[in-house]
Structures are given as C-alpha cells and as structure tokens.
C-alpha cells in the first residue's frame, strides 16, 4: 500500500480543547433525536412482550373472559398460531435491516436532520396501522413498517449526535443513544403490564400511542440546526456550517473556530476523494478494516446473549421461584437503564476500549456462572443474581458503545455507506437469534446460555487486539490506528 493512499484520511485534529460544556442547544438536539428516534425503536423492541398472550387472545376472536388472567391463550374463530406470532415478533427486525441498510444513502444526500423528519412518516404509519389492527395481517403489517423506521433511526441518530456534538463530550453524548433505547423497552414494559393497557381491551392504545413521540419530533426538529459536518463536506457550505455550530457552541466563536479549521484540514486532505459506496470501503486498503471492526462491535451486542435474557428472563425467574416474574422483569429493565445512566458519565472518563473490555469479559464470567446455577440444584438465589450480572455487564459497554464508535471511526466520505452496513449487520443478527434461539434452548436444555460463555471471550479478545480508543479522537486520529497495522502488513 502506498502513503498517498493512506494520507488523505490521516490529518489529525490540532483544535484546543478549552470548552466541553453542554449547551442548551446541543441537549436539545440530544433529546429531540433520540426521544424520536432511539426511545421508538426501543419501545416497539418491548411492546409486545409483557401482553403478547391478551394480544393473541384479541385477535382470535376469544371470549375474553376465557382467559382474564392474561396468562392463558384460549382458541377463537381466528386463532393466532405460533407461526404468525413469530411473524409479528421478527417482521420488525426485518423492516429494521431494510430501514438501516436504505438510511445511508439516504442520509447522505439530504442530511442527518431531513432523514429524522421523513423517517416519522414510518412511524406515524406503522402506530396507526397496530392501533387500528383487526387482525394479525394488519398488525404484522405495522411491525414491519414501525422497523423500517427503527432501523433508519438506528443508523441515523448515532450519526447526528456524532456530528454535532464536542470532542470532549461526544462519548456522553452518544451514550444517550442506547438510553434512551433501554428506556423506551423499561416505559413498554411498564405500559405492558395488565394493571396498565397489556389487556386484551387496551392493548392497541399501548401499540398506537407511538405516534407521540413521532408527532413531538416533527414539531422540535424544526428547531434544530443541521450537522455542521454535512453541511461542510456535503453541501461545500462553510458558512451554515459554521452558523450551525455557533448555535450548537452558544455563540462560543474561537471553539468555532477551531472546529472550522479542523474541518478545513480535513478536506484539504481529502480534496480528491468522493462519496465512498460499500463497495469502495472494501476495496480501500484501510477502510475495509475498519468496516469488519464497526460489524463486529455490532457482533459485541448482538452475539453477546444479551437478547437470550431479555426474551427468556421470565422463564428462568419462573424456575428460581419468584413469584412475581413479570416485575422481576420490569426491574431487569430498570437495572439496564439506571446502569445506562452510569456509563454516560464513564464512557468519556475511562473509554470505549476499556469499558468494552469489562463489559465483554464480565458477560463470559456471569454466563459460566449462570450456567453452574442452572445445572446444580439449589442455586436459584445465584441464578437470578447472575441475571442481573449480566444485564450490569452488558449496560456498561456493549449495549451502548458498540452505536457510539461506528459513527467514530469513518471519514465523512464513508461514513453513511460503512455506518448504514454496520447498523444493517445489527438488525440481521438480531433477526437470527431471535428465530434460532429458542430451538437452541430446546436442544440444549440448561446449557442453553453456554454457547454465549465462548462468544463473549472471543469478543473480549476482540477488543482488547483489534478495537482502536476512540475517546476523544478526531477521525483521522482513530484511522491511524489501522493505518500502521496496513503499514506493518
């Protein structure tokens, strides 16, 4: 590989960093994108969880009072099968890989913040279609159109924050990303309760209300500046660039100025370059390493078992003898947010590296745990405790950094190709295991979660040899990281 190949992404930020504060106008955009974005594709995750028998039970035509203790299916007129169930489940993953893999392109062309609008268009659709479901085909119909949203949002938020936010403070930043989606699974999950709407006479309230937040970030984002990034690079216009990061920096004019003249380096380096597509990405000589690290961080999250716990946390309650499983459930829900809180505070302190490292070598040493309190009697007290380690493990890194750094690592000519790929990965995987996993439950009894030991040690070696730090690091800061691996090779 020649330098000149390797030079125009490698101009490394010279700015002071003098200023870190947060603005009112960056936590605008922070709770504008995610509450819109984030917190739906959150919410429609858990939604359909906690009343998914009453919903059943609804749309087969049942006496409703043949099953009123929301726990019992009973055989109606349109009996939903397993099949369809599954169906309504895993069309929302599907939607969602399309949504990530047509953001990019998308984003690219009309920015970050147009994206964000027109992507409500899904969302309003897909609440209207579940709040009005007669029957199964309409609701499955709304699943996989609210996905498409989830999965635009999922590639495009991240991305957003990114860009408008400091150095200093992007980690934290970032992190509300992955807060807001584990508070919108924790609000779906409370909704879903029977004393609530999980009855089989609200549940299309619970199902419908999504419009709201769609309808709060049509209205807000009208108030919120473009990315300065993609105004700059895109658009070739340094004077909105700089107006919009003067609203986003509260009029500070020299930490304006120096993001400005980063951004000049930036693309006098990279005068020559153009748009990248996926397929340029794989044929860069480094680009393409940074493309299998930003899919296997979404591996992190997605192999990392955590979706095992999450769907089957009732049932393993059930054998430790609670009683109340469905509470235990909400307050795993309620763990995963509160420890979503801590690492917002931690992630720019102590880094992405790090925190993964932790996050991905604790998950392995609490699903071996698991596993003995699963095989040896008499552990139920350690089986739930190793429950909750596990969700502790996984709020502290994989669930939310994995979102964070693939909006790090790419140059703004490959930025909406390689994030749109890597998010793309995310939903397929989540759609394998949430098809594969049981009948692997089923096959392997009470050694269900051992499988999950081995992928989180080797995501641990991951991390720790091929995973660059990116706290605060300009992009071209992080890409020597792979630049002088493809020197050595």
Avoid at 72 to 93: I, P, Q, R
Avoid at 456 to 476: G, H
């Amino acid at each position: 590989m020649s330098a000149r190949e390797v030079e125009p992404l490698l101009v490394v930020n010279q700015s002071s960093q003098g200023h870190s504060n947060w603005t009112s106008c960056l936590m605008l955009v922070a709770f504008v994108a995610v509450f819109g974005g984030s917190f739906q594709f959150g919410y429609t995750t858990g939604v359909i969880n906690q009343p998914a028998i009453p919903i059943r039970n609804a749309l087969s035509g049942c006496n409703s009072t043949a099953a009123s203790d929301a726990s019992t299916l009973c055989a109606g007129s349109h009996t939903v099968s397993k099949f369809d169930w599954s169906l309504v489940v895993s069309l929302f993953a599907i939607g969602g890989l399309l949504g990530g893999l047509s953001a990019g392109p998308l984003t690219a062309r009309i920015g970050r913040r147009s994206a964000l609008l027109l992507n409500n268009v899904w969302f309003v659709l897909g609440s209207l279609l579940m709040g009005f479901a007669s029957n199964v085909d309409m609701l499955i119909a709304g699943r996989f159109v609210v996905g498409i949203g989830g999965g635009a949002a999922t590639v495009v938020v991240p991305m957003y924050l990114a860009e408008v936010s400091p150095v200093e403070v992007r980690g934290a930043v970032g992190v509300l990303n992955q807060l807001a989606i584990t508070s919108g699974i924790l609000i779906s999950q409370i909704l879903g309760l029977e004393e609530l709407l999980g009855t089989e006479q609200r549940w299309r309230f619970l199902l419908g209300m999504q419009i709201v937040p769609a309808v709060i970030q049509l209205v807000l984002l009208w108030f919120c500046p473009q990315s300065p990034r993609w105004l700059f690079f895109n658009r070739k216009d340094k004077e909105r660039a700089a107006a919009s990061l003067l609203r986003l920096r509260n009029g500070q004019e020299d930490m304006v100025d120096g993001e400005i003249r980063d951004l000049e380096a930036e693309m006098e380096a990279a005068a020559d370059s153009k748009t990248l597509t996926i397929l340029d990405i794989v044929r860069h000589p480094v680009l393409w390493k940074v493309l299998l690290v930003g899919i296997g961080l979404q591996g992190c999250q997605q192999l990392s078992g955590i979706n095992a716990i999450f769907y089957f946390s009732t049932s393993v309650f059930q054998n430790a003898g609670i009683s109340n499983t469905r509470l235990a459930t909400t307050m795993v829900g309620v763990l995963n947010v509160c420890l979503t809180v801590v690492t917002v505070y931690m992630v720019d302190r102590f880094g992405r590296k790090r925190l993964l490292q932790i996050g991905m070598g604790g998950m392995a040493s609490s699903f071996g745990i698991l596993t003995v309190s699963l095989v040896v009697s008499g552990l139920d007290k350690l089986t739930v405790a190793m429950v909750m380690f596990t969700v502790v493990f996984f709020a502290v890194a994989p669930g939310p950094i994995p979102f964070l750094m693939v909006a790090e690592m790419f140059p703004p000519a490959a930025t909406a190709a390689a994030v749109s790929a890597s998010i793309g990965c995310n939903w397929l995987l989540n759609f394998v295991i949430g098809f594969t996993f049981e009948s692997m439950a089923d096959a392997l009894g009470k050694y269900a979660f051992l499988p999950f030991v081995g992928s989180c040690f080797l995501f641990f070696l991951f991390c720790c040899f091929l995973v660059p730090e990116t706290k605060q690091k300009s992009v071209p800061e992080v890409l020597q990281f792979f630049s002088r691996r493809t020197v050595e090779l």
